[in-house]
Every structure is written in C-alpha cells, then in structure tokens.
C-alpha cells in the first residue's frame, strides 16, 4: 500500500507540473476574453434533470416521450464510479450487487439480460454466470446513457422485450476544451474504507477530419466495511479499463468510427459473487473476468433530407475464469452487423428502416467438459415518427426477426416472428401532455448462461419468448418546474428457464418532480415496482435473470453551484421503504434503509485546467444492500452489503 501511495503522489506531481505549464502556455495563445468566457461558461455544469440528451438524433419523438436520458453534462456533474451511481436519482432503475462484477441493472423490476442493450451502437448480452453481471462497463468515458423502460421501439434492436438502455462513449470533441485541437486529463482519487486509489488519463486531439483518443483507468484497494465496521471480504477494487477510438470526419458530416474497449477485473471476490455468504461462512474465490466491445460505426451527425444512412458492424464478449473448484472458463461473444437508413421528410416527420444480423456464441470450458450453444438472427425493422396533427406525435413500427437456435446437443430450433409497437404523446395545454404506448415483441430462443451448460438439457420443451408491454403517462414543464408520472405492466410468457419455460409480470408506477433555478436545481422520484410468477412462489433464487424484488424507492438530489466562489454542493438520497413482495412465499419482510450522500466541487475560474472534488457516501453509516441485490429475504444468506461510511477526494487536471 505505501508503494501504492508513492506511485498516485508522483503521478499527481507530474500532471500538475504538466498541468501548470500547459495552462500558462494556453495564457499565452488565449483567444479574446469575451470568447474565451462563453466557452469556459459551456463547461460549467447547469443541467436541468431530465432534459433530451442532445446526442439523440429522434429527441421529441413519441416513442422517447418516458425515455429517461443521462447526458454527458450529468455524466460530469455526477462523476461516476460505477453503474449505481449512474443511474442514481432515477428510482425506477435499480442496480443490485456492492461490487461491479456483481452489478446488474433493473428497469421497472427487469433485469437488464431482457432489454435490449448496446455499447456505441453494438449489442450486448453475453449471459455468462448469475451470479456475477453481464455487462461490466466503466462509467467514467460515457457520453450519455438513454433507457427506454417498457415499450421500445423497433429500432432499439432485437429482443426489447423489456425496453432497452444505450450507452454511448465520448468522442473527441466532448473532451476537448476551448478552441484546442488536441488535449489530456489525468485524475487521481482516494477513498477511505477500502483504502481504495484511483488513477486515470487520456489523451486526444483532431486534425483536419481526423480523431484519436486514448484512455486508461486503474484502481486498487482493500475490502471495504460494511455500516456495522465489518470487514466485507472479496471487496477490495482492483481492476483496469482501456479505451481506444478513432475517428474521420468528412464536411458533409458523414463520420467513420473505430473504437475499442475492455476492462479487466481479476481478483478474490465472494465464493458467489453477488452474495455476501452463505450460513455465516464468507469464503472467496478468484474471479477473473474480461470484457470487450469492438465497433466500426459509419453514420452522418445530423438527420436531413432522405439518405441519412447508418451501418454498424460490432463485437462484445465476455470471458469468466473461475479457478476454483473445477477450473472452469466460460466465454459468451456476440457478432453484430445493422445498416440503416433514417427518411428526414421534413424536421417532424421520419421513417427509420434497416436490418441487422446478431451471432452469438456461449462457451464453457473445463479440463473434463466442454459445452456451447449458439444462436443467430437476421432482422428488418421500420419505424415512423410523425407529427399527425400540431400538439400530437405518434411513433410506430414493427420487426420482424428469424431465429435459429443450436443448443449443446446439437439439437436446432428455428423460429420466426413479429413484433410491433405504437405511441402517443399530445401536448395538452400550458406545459402539460400526456403520453401512451405499448408493444409486443418477440424475442427468439435465448442462450443459457454457460456456467449452467452442465445440466441436462432437454430443448424440444422450449418456446420462443414473447411479451407484452403497456404504459401510460403525464407530463408537465413550465419555468423550471417539472412533473411526470406513469403507470406500466410488462408480461412476459414462454421466458426460458432452462430446458423450460415460465410467466412473469412486471407492474407498477412511477412519479418525479422537481425544480431547475438557473444555477441549481432539485428532484425527487419515487417508484412502486411488484413482480409475480405463475409457476413458482416469489423469491429471490426464482427471480434469476428474470428480475429483482425492488418494492417501493425513492430517490432524490439537490445541487446548486455558487458562482462566486466557483463551487459547486450537492447531495442525494436513496431510499427503500419496507418490501413485504416475498411475505406470500413465507419469508418476513425486508427492512427499509435511507442513505444520503453529499459532495462538493471546486473549479476555479483563474485555473480552468483544475478542478477538486470530496465526496461524503453513505454519511449516516447505514448498513444495508441495496434493494436489488439478491437474498434479501433469506436468514442463510449474508447479503452483499454496500460500503459504509466513506469519503472521497479527487483531483482533475486538463488541459
């Protein structure tokens, strides 16, 4: 550890020499002070939550009229260490699981593994254990997240059978500040329980139509304590992330991009990882995972005219070692190719049509077995958007999908289907409209997880999923103020259960509010989210890759930025009453929990290249796992609790 320290000091040492000399040479050649105000202003954050993301090129479309939007400006504001704090603030989205290899993602109580997600435009989904997650992402070189809860439309991409979340990384141009062609950062942080370093850089810059951009992140620590002080083992921070892009731009604004990334997380984590311990024993294991997303992406900036085409071709993979005790490896890869093309009619009316074709692969691998199943689907999908009268846009549209699947026996299934959406938003009067939409899909015959593949499958019992998904809302907006609220049920029938099938539901509401005053703002969201099955009773072990038990959250922030003093204070609230949804199985109620958390930032204007963040998390020591997280209900389960108090500070430097 003290080796530790010494390496993040003289990090920290060199990029603020090299921060400081390149803000004084940058002094030098400063444009006039009038314009070089109005750029630096652009990096000061005054984000109004809940705006469109202005990266989303079919903003205002019927069919986004629930989607919640997490911009690069939150993105900054938030600075992000994982995927809880991503979507921290929005009470419909949980994120299970204390540590990152254990996290998943839950939209209105469904797990991420049925929406329809993609990484800079590539699908993801490689199921590989459940008790680990399915798609490990470092949040710090996001550019903006969009979730699309329930009803999707076509052009989410295949299997949306819950909705879907795209992630889109940064770009050049979203790093670099001022008139600068090219730039870097570097930023070091320490947390306290866990003992826990930080450090990361990049590097980028243009020329003429061209970008690169290069990026690094490493972390290590200890195992944190839980709000009791208890020593959580398996916990401690210790992984790596890189990313790679390039990028060539043409003045018609047709854009060429290359981009790479992978993170590495190789460490003793929990014997399962998303659970604390069983009957009080806490034994741990190696887990070693790596993560990969590859994607050429062709597309234009701007939507004009009748040829605004798109072709993406992609690939992610996830590889998980696990040692002990069988020396197991399982590997899940998805190959990806899509070409699209968005018919600009005029500036409210569009027609998205495209096809894409999806190959994945699911491997397990250990010196005595070997077992892989595969699946492949071509598709073609339509969207339109329409502005039918003046206060009223409609959005529509369909898939239609054939799916093979070959399962480890050799045996194959093939299967063809339609899927269709419709949405509604009117714009009533005064600031208020209300929206609606619903939507069938199917989603094929899915990949098992390959940690499962060892049992013996019987696959001529197995259906093609499919369901169904209604919601409705209100909306209102006027001088700061903002209100929305909506009501959703998502069923699910034939899901795949591994050689068999079952019914799920998903149904509940969903209210936020809040106020934006020019240099701050306040919010406030509230979910009430339950689930049933109609085959087994409602608890965590049968809820596996099908969703969490989250009950009644509440989620808030306020933030306010003192320009007088460049500073900016915040804090947040994350809270779950009382979860009575597994009572019917025979289990107690869980426990409610409230945790605030607080940080402040530092940007001084006469040195634009720094900025000092101190985070406060967990500040009332609250012992608790998040809701999401699996085995709440059980005595012989030890959740996996979130840290205890801790406090953060972290240095940026940019130039």
Known sequence: MLDRVRLSLLLTGTVLQSALLAGGSAAQDAPDTATAQDETTLDTIRLFPNEPDRFDKHQGAADRAQSIYIPLEEIQRTDPQNLRDVFAGNASISV????????????????????????????????????????????????????????????????????????????????????????????????TNGNTFTESGAAYGKYGGFELLGYAKFANGDDYENGDGFTVPGTAADFYSVLGKGAFEIDNGYRLELSAQQVRDDSLRPYRANIGGIGGNYVTRVYDITRKNFSINFNRDYTEGLWNPQAVIGYSGNDYKVPEPYGSEGSGSTWTAKVENVFAFTEDNSLTVGADLISQLGDYYDPAETYQEKLTNVGAYAQARVKAFERVNLSFGGRADSNRFEGKDGTTLDNFGLSGNAFAEVDVYGGFSVNAGYSNVFGGIDLEETFEYWRPWDYSNLKPVRSDNMTAGIKYKHEGWFAEGNVFNTRFRDYRDGDGNVNFSSWGFNLAGGYNWGNGFAKLSYADTRLSLSNAQLESYYLINIGAGTGQII??????????????????????????????????????????????????????????????????????????????????????????RSFRLTAKLRY
């Open 96 to 191: 299970g699981g204390a540590i990152p290899i254990a996290q998943k993602v839950f939209v209105n109580g469904i797990d991420e593994n049925n929406l329809a997600v993609s990484i800079d435009g590539v699908p993801q989904g490689n199921r590989i254990f459940h008790h680990t997650n399915t798609n490990y992402i470092d949040p710090a070189m996001l550019k903006s997240v969009r979730v699309d809860p329930a009803v999707a439309p076509a052009d989410a991409g295949f299997a949306a059978l819950g909705g879907s979340i795209v992630y889109e990384t940064v770009d050049v141009q979203d790093l670099l500040i001022k008139d600068r062609n090219y730039g870097a950062f570097a930023t070091v942080s320490y947390e």
């Open 555 to 644: 989620s808030g922030e306020i933030a306010h930025t003192f320009d007088r003093f460049d500073l900016t204070l915040g804090a947040t609230l994350d809270a779950a009453l009382e979860y009575d949804g597994f009572v019917s199985a025979g289990y107690d109620k869980i426990d409610p929990y409230t945790v605030v958390n607080a940080y402040a930032e530092y940007k001084p204007e006469q040195f634009d290249f720094l900025s000092v963040r101190f985070e406060a998390s967990n500040i009332f020591d609250e012992t608790y796992s998040d809701r999401a997280t699996y085995g709440g209900e059980y005595e012989s389960v030890t959740p996996l609790y979130e840290p205890g």
